[in-house]
């Protein structure tokens, strides 16, 4: 009886049955070009000391930008001659010395000397080398971007790692 009442339903299946299919490939959509990370989208802005300010200058220019990294030195022409990395400074200038020590003294003193200064024009994976192949003591400095040796700013050692601002 169940096999009389399912005859109708196997011939209605049999219909439909499955055919082996064929292969349809689908046009890819058009490629769009992806966009190239350059040094401007991750450039910060920087607070500039000259060669002639004291260190006690430049922790007030440390205090009037607390969200700084570092403090790019140059000289009168505005050209970095100098990196101070505001973590570091301050401990230098708070450590067994004291202030008095520093206080009086100029930037150069406790300054990095030859920081790693990039033409804005060069490109993100070009600085990333670069910097990797600083000495470990200064692998996390900020990067100078200069555009005709003029300062424009900065790039954290963080944001070039990873490829964005944060």
């Known amino acids: 009886m169940i096999s009389q009442m399912l005859k109708p339903l196997l011939r209605q299946v049999k219909k439909y ?16 070009p992806e966009e190239t990370l350059t040094l401007t989208d991750l450039l ?5 000391v000259t060669t002639k300010q004291t260190c006690e200058q430049t922790l007030k220019v440390m205090f009037s ?13 505005h050209r970095p001659v100098g990196l101070v990395m505001c973590g570091r400074f301050f401990f230098r200038v708070n450590g067994r010395a004291g202030m008095d020590g520093f206080y009086m003294q100029r930037v150069v003193k406790l300054m990095t000397q030859k920081p790693l200064i990039v033409d804005v024009r060069a490109t993100v994976s070009d600085v990333q080398q670069q910097a990797e192949q600083r000495a470990e003591y200064f692998r996390n400095d900020s990067i100078i971007v200069t555009e005709q040796e003029r300062v424009l700013g900065i790039i954290t050692a963080t944001d070039l790692r ?5």
């Open 17 to 32: 049955e499955v055919t082996p299919m064929q292969t349809v490939t689908m046009p890819e959509p058009p490629h769009e």
């Open 44 to 48: 910060r802005s920087a607070p500039h």
């Open 65 to 77: 930008y607390p969200e700084a990294e570092s403090i790019v030195v140059c000289d009168k022409l």
């Open 162 to 166: 990873h490829g964005y601002r944060s």
